[in-house]
């Protein structure tokens, strides 16, 4: 299973993004959840939103809610994060992950995107 990841840049505070992760391999893409998580340099790596192989479940860390959503096009095989409202803080590395329902809300995978830098400037 190969995931990439994609979308990430430099924004103003207040500003959007929407982060792509497409997976390749490993059958069929709805056997998968699909998490996406950040590090942020020093500290270590957090979850921030997470959804189920249908997208009937969707989980997000309390410091996003209200302003990220989580998606997924099954016929494209990609998860979308859109991140509206960018804090300085929400700078860090974004990664996405598929694995089990367990697996993902555990932070954990076999598979994993390369990372995609996201820069939010005050």
């Known amino acids: 299973v190969q995931l990439q990841a994609s979308g990430g840049g430099l924004v103003q505070a207040g500003g959007s993004l929407r982060l792509s992760c497409t997976v390749s391999g490993g059958g069929n893409f709805n056997r998968y959840s699909v998490g996406w998580f950040r590090q942020a340099p020093g500290k270590e790596r957090e979850s921030v939103a997470k959804?189920?192989?249908?997208?009937?479940?969707?989980l997000y860390t309390d410091s996003v809610k209200g302003r990220f959503t989580i998606s997924r096009d099954n016929t494209k095989n990609t998860v979308y994060l859109q991140m509206n409202s960018l804090k300085p803080e929400d700078t860090a590395v974004y990664y996405c992950?598929?694995?089990?329902?367990?697996?993902?809300?555990?932070?954990?995978?076999?598979?994993w995107g390369q990372g995609t830098q996201v820069t939010v400037s005050s």
């Open positions: 959804i189920t192989p249908t997208g009937g479940n969707r």
């Open positions: 992950a598929a694995d089990s329902w367990g697996r993902i809300l555990r932070g954990e995978s076999d598979y």
